[in-house]
């Protein structure tokens, strides 16, 4: 409403006989202006006069009421559609009108899509009815145009420097079957980077704040910036704000993937949104190993995004939104927070779908603990040992989706599961063979924590209490196993070594006339146990 009087001259009997009625292209443009490129202030002009892709008349200006609900239908959430509703799922909800909404603000006008889109629209019952009214499709470059756009709005400031080829790997996915219709986008992004929306309304009130005249951003506003600010990659080697380096041991976190991650990331039921990624377990720091991994990741009390890079160049995630349990094989853990991603050569997710619940296992041996025919009946498996250990996601058992086994070594991934949603319709549109199982060795593993400074502070207490349960059970009560300190191993290896001591049953050391015989005899009373020797 301030922006509103302060560009139109006011609303209803307020306004002013001689101010222009209404919001034109021109202030749209001049608040906009470096906060959305100016194809996409255009297509919101439009979008604000319900008039298409045709040149909006001489003159036009947005009034009070199309201004309020034009902004509101742009950039306010509203209820969304759940993709899961008809197959009985968990009733994921996908906010469709501001996706739908970045398409038609992002689009290519000259573009269409391509006719496998089209077909795959065909497929999953989504008649694109915004082709014919709009037109335009949402091709690469528009792609890019719209990732780098809003992946600013959530940048702090000097930290916007990102390689235009940096989203590649996310402009190859969204493309891989062609030019998108406001259908197949809206269905892509709700699985990869559902909370895009989010961003659009956070780009939307900033270009309104800078029409009102606020010198400082709203309160509504900041807080949506810094809930959505790109993360803060940290811990471990590397120095704070850093993404990790393009070594060989690196897994290539960058940081247009990186937030990339976070827009299909829920945000917390409780406490503060994080942009803090802490590293708690690198290969390339602690060497591929379970147990290091189990160390570092058991206790953590947050979400975390397992990262692996394959020798193939492959690179695999799983968002996990539940604290990690050790079990043994065959139980699960994890919501519907959690997901599956491959990361590049080109980056996709798989969000929950349907009703199986095979969301993560962790894998620990059970041999050691229960022993013989107890291990064998607990492994179950035949031909899986009971010593195995492995990190797994997906189900159900022997059939998992993803699996990480031999110490961390080799990587299996299945092209579906009970669990996880499926690509396979569009892969094969494309023409691609997808094997029923790949499997590759791994080059490297890292472990993010995304709880902030809250799970940082769980995971060190929940450290100190397993040092003091290992001092516990470190120490040994000699007394009640009915031994002395005349019975010990430590009393005869003193002794062989030299040592005299004087017991109780013997009497107090002799004392001799000569000073330096007692003060050697009191010096070697002394060596013994304080006890001992006040006794003696």
């Not at 120490?475 to 005299?500: C, Y």
Request: with cysteine; proline share 6%; hydrophobic share 45%.
């Amino acid at each position: 409403e301030r922006a509103y009087l302060r560009v139109a001259g006011g609303v209803g009997a307020a306004a002013q006989s001689d101010a222009p009625r209404g919001v034109g292209l021109t202030e749209l443009k001049a608040a906009f202006g470096g906060i959305l490129p100016s194809s996409a202030i255009d297509h919101l002009f439009r979008a604000l006069l319900a008039e298409g892709d045709t040149a909006a008349r001489p003159g036009a200006r947005v009034d009070w009421p199309t201004w309020v609900n034009g902004l509101a239908a742009v950039a306010k959430l509203r209820p969304g559609v759940s993709f899961a509703s008809a197959g009985g799922g968990r009733g994921r909800v996908v906010d469709e009108a501001r996706l739908g909404a970045i398409w038609l603000l992002f689009r290519h006008a000259a573009a269409a899509p391509s006719a496998t889109v089209a077909d795959l629209d065909l497929l999953a019952g989504d008649g694109d009815v915004e082709v014919g009214a709009r037109g335009g499709a949402m091709d690469g470059p528009a792609l890019a145009v719209c990732l780098r756009c809003l992946q600013r709005q959530c940048c702090e400031a000097g930290r916007e420097g990102i390689a235009p080829d940096a989203w590649e790997p996310i402009v190859a996915d969204a493309m891989l079957n062609g030019p998108l219709s406001r259908a197949a986008w809206v269905r892509w992004a709700s699985d990869a980077m559902p909370r895009l929306g989010e961003v659009l309304e956070l780009a939307v009130l900033r270009g309104v704040a800078r029409m009102a005249g606020d010198v400082a951003t709203p309160t509504r506003c900041a807080r949506l910036a810094v809930e959505r600010w790109t993360p803060h990659l940290t811990g471990g080697a590397l120095p704070q704000g850093a993404a990790p380096g393009a070594d060989s041991e690196s897994v290539g976190l960058t940081a247009p993937l990186a937030w990339a991650v976070s827009m299909s990331l829920a945000q917390p039921s409780s406490g503060p949104a994080t942009d803090m990624w802490r590293l708690l377990y690198s290969s390339a720091e602690q060497g591929l190993s379970l147990n290091r991994f189990k160390h570092h990741v058991v206790g953590y009390a947050g979400p975390t995004l397992l990262v692996v890079r394959e020798g193939s160049g492959v690179v695999r995630a799983a968002l996990v939104d539940e604290p990690w349990k050790a079990s043994e094989a065959g139980r699960f853990f994890g919501g519907t927070g959690c997901a599956l991603m491959t990361l590049s050569p080109r980056f996709h997710a798989y969000p929950p779908s349907g009703s199986a619940h095979h969301c993560a296992s962790l894998v620990a041996p059970v041999q050691a603990i229960l022993g013989g025919a107890a291990a064998a009946r607990v492994a179950g498996a035949p031909g899986e040992s009971s010593r195995a250990e492995y990190v797994a996601f997906g189900g159900p058992r022997d059939t998992y989706r993803w699996q990480v086994s031999e110490d961390l070594a080799v990587s299996k991934w299945r092209r579906n599961d009970d669990t996880y949603a499926s690509d396979l319709s569009r892969l094969m549109k494309a023409g691609e063979e997808v094997p029923e199982v790949e499997q590759a060795r791994v080059a490297a593993v890292e472990l993010w924590g995304l709880g902030g400074e809250t799970a940082d502070a769980a995971l060190v207490t929940a450290k100190l209490a397993m040092e003091r349960g290992r001092a516990r059970a470190g120490k040994v009560n000699r007394a009640a196993f009915g031994e002395s300190w005349q019975d010990t191993p430590d009393k005869m290896i003193m002794e062989l070594g030299g040592h005299n001591f004087y017991s109780t049953a013997i009497g107090p050391p002799p004392v001799r006339d000569d000073a330096g015989d007692a003060g050697n005899s009191a010096r070697n009373a002394g060596s013994g146990p304080v006890g001992e020797a006040t006794q003696g």
